[in-house]
């Protein structure tokens, strides 16, 4: 099974919880793994706790951690600050699955970070 959903992102650097859409797209009864993957280079995938200041704390975080500018990258299109940030996240996950529903522990989130928005962004969740 191989599924896309896309999400539209509002601002440069932005954690959004896309929990939900993941769980959408899985098979009905399936159990096993599925792979959660962003098909962008300035985009990572992760799990962790969906909590409003959390995720403003992971923004500021991926701000800080990488300058916006000096980097080599830049010369030909102004945004390694991007892609040094998506880098850092990695670019997909594996959860498990059990009839159908994402075995997530009780505080974890399926989180998408935008680092080069705002845009159009397309996931992949695929089974084997
Ligand atoms: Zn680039």
Not at 40 to 58: F, K, M, Q
Request: net charge negative; charged share 25%.
């Amino acid at each position: 099974m191989h599924q896309t959903f896309d999400v539209r992102t509002d601002r440069r650097l932005e954690v959004i919880d896309v929990t939900d859409r993941v769980q959408s797209a899985l098979p009905s009864g399936y159990s096993g793994i599925c792979t959660v993957f962003s098909r962008h280079t300035t985009t990572g995938v992760c799990i962790n706790e969906a909590e409003s200041r959390l995720l403003s704390d992971i923004e500021h975080l991926l701000g800080e951690a990488v300058a916006d500018t000096g980097w080599e990258h830049d010369t030909l299109d102004n945004n390694a600050d991007s892609h040094l940030r998506a880098l850092l996240v990695g670019n997909g996950v594996s959860i498990p699955v059990v009839d159908g529903k994402l075995d997530l522990g009780r505080w974890q989130s399926v989180l998408l970070v935008e680092c080069d928005g705002p845009r159009t962004r397309t996931v992949t969740v695929a089974t084997p």
